[in-house]
């Protein structure tokens, strides 16, 4: 069996540049920002030590970004900006109703960024509100 994981970290290496995992860490009040700079980040450090981890079992160089204080939509656009992605890759809740909606955040990358954007949603609905 080694060499079939041998050959799937071969595989997952198909760009020279690293991953780049941005988190954008903002309190759950629609456009609200983080009280004082002393809130802990420790969860949000947590979630991109664990994404790293991922990244190496699969031999992928991988750069992350933690960005507090600015909506989800400014910091992901502001580390598109930065960091010359040419990809962003955005996981989403569809929301339930007439028209196709994602949500205010996926709606604002699409309509403000320059780069192809890929959407990954569980295909459940859930309701607004």
């Known amino acids: 069996m080694p060499?079939?994981?041998?050959?799937r970290r071969?595989?997952?290496r198909s760009s020279?540049?690293?991953l780049s995992v941005v988190h954008v860490s903002t309190t759950r009040k629609k456009g609200a920002r983080r009280r004082s700079a002393s809130m802990s980040l420790a969860s949000e450090e947590g979630i991109l030590k664990d994404a790293a981890a991922a990244a190496a079992l699969y031999d992928v160089d991988v750069r992350t970004t933690l960005r507090?204080?600015?909506?989800p939509e400014e910091g992901i656009l502001l580390e598109i900006e930065t960091?010359?992605?040419?990809?962003?890759?955005?996981g989403v809740d569809r929301?339930?109703?007439e028209?196709?909606?994602?949500?205010?955040?996926?709606?604002?990358?699409?309509?403000?960024?320059?780069?192809?954007?890929?959407?990954?949603?569980d295909g459940e609905a859930n309701r607004k509100g």
């Not at 507090?68 to 909506?71: G, L, P, Q, R």
């Open 10 to 12: 071969s595989r997952a």
């Open 16 to 18: 020279p540049h690293p």
């Open 99 to 121: 028209t196709l909606n994602f949500g205010g955040v996926a709606a604002a990358i699409l309509s403000k960024s320059k780069v192809s954007v890929l959407l990954i949603a």
């Open 68 to 71: 507090a204080d600015v909506t």
């Open 83 to 90: 960091s010359g992605a040419d990809l962003v890759v955005l």
């Open 3 to 7: 060499y079939r994981g041998a050959a």
């Open 95 to 97: 929301i339930q109703g």
